[in-house]
């Protein structure tokens, strides 16, 4: 799933690509892409008729559309959704699952999404923390990289709850943007294991791996994000080429950067966590469920 420096990546060119023009179009062309907009896909198209994106926004994963009425058109790209900015002269993709029209008779904005995890909905903007966002993600925490993020704030929060360092790292309401891969890397970093029970973590280490994960992301924000396939490419096509840079996320056995030892998986929630034995030496006690 597309972490913060792949939506920032396709923020980024939307921002490019489509603020500042007007809709004349929607075709929703599978019902899935809108299910979160509770009134159904007609109301979708017919509310974004005629209304201007003025810009294009992003909250840890999440991204939206400012619209000239006040609201919002939220997205999530889930496990493969694209938004992809094309001349109207280029076929249609397999997938396409939402197509956009514009005033100017430009390239059209579509929404693209093979296993229909994704989707796009309108929302309200409400203020949160300074900040105005869509309703349904008011729940979602800053990122490392926003700069009003309050790391001595998020440090503490972390140290009171009764959980495993990467738990808390992935939850989105503590700390947003960071997913599978990016904690793998902040965490090897940090030289922390991902099983550290956060009530152990001292501030200085809980420091360190926000921190971490803010150095990693932003470095592959500038390497256009991590694409281990065509799933996650910008909104021009093109894949991101920060998997080349990955110290142990999905590197078993190949040996660890710093001192040569093998990288070991574990499961982790239905997924992998990757780290280095010797680096990452396992708490002692471990964290009791």
Not at 179 to 189: M, P, S, T
Request: overall charge positive; hydrophobic content about 40%; charged content about 30%.
């Amino acid at each position: 799933m597309p972490e913060l420096p792949e939506v920032e990546v396709v923020r980024a060119g939307l921002q490019e690509h489509v603020s500042g023009r007007t809709i004349t179009e929607v075709e929703v062309r599978h019902p899935r892409a809108v299910r979160r907009h509770v009134p159904g896909a007609a109301d979708f198209s017919a509310r974004l008729v005629g209304l201007r994106i003025d810009a294009a926004r992003r909250r840890g994963k999440y991204l939206w559309l400012e619209l000239s009425d006040g609201s919002a058109l939220l997205g999530h790209l889930g496990m493969s959704g694209q938004l992809r900015v094309q001349r109207p002269e280029v076929p249609d993709e397999k997938h396409l699952r939402v197509r956009m029209r514009f005033a100017d008779e430009g390239p059209e904005l579509r929404f693209v999404d093979q296993r229909t995890f994704g989707g796009l909905a309108l929302g309200e903007l409400v203020e949160v923390d300074g900040d105005t966002v869509p309703a349904p993600i008011a729940h979602i925490a800053r990122d490392p990289m926003d700069p009003a993020f309050d790391l001595d704030r998020v440090v503490r929060a972390m140290r009171a709850r009764r959980t495993e360092l990467k738990r808390a790292l992935l939850d989105q309401t503590l700390v947003s943007g960071v997913g599978n891969i990016y904690a793998d890397e902040a965490l090897w970093r940090a030289r922390l294991h991902w099983a550290r029970p956060t009530e152990r973590l001292s501030v200085a280490q809980g420091r360190a791996v926000l921190a971490a994960a803010a150095e990693v992301m932003a470095e592959a924000l500038a390497a256009g994000g991590t694409s281990f396939d065509t799933l996650y490419v910008n909104v021009n096509g093109q894949s991101g080429y920060f998997d080349r840079s990955l110290a142990v996320y999905g590197q078993v056995d190949r040996p660890c950067r710093r001192c040569g030892t093998p990288i070991r998986r574990d499961p982790f929630m239905n997924r992998s966590s990757f780290s280095c034995p010797r680096c990452q030496p396992r708490p002692r006690t471990r964290f009791a469920r």
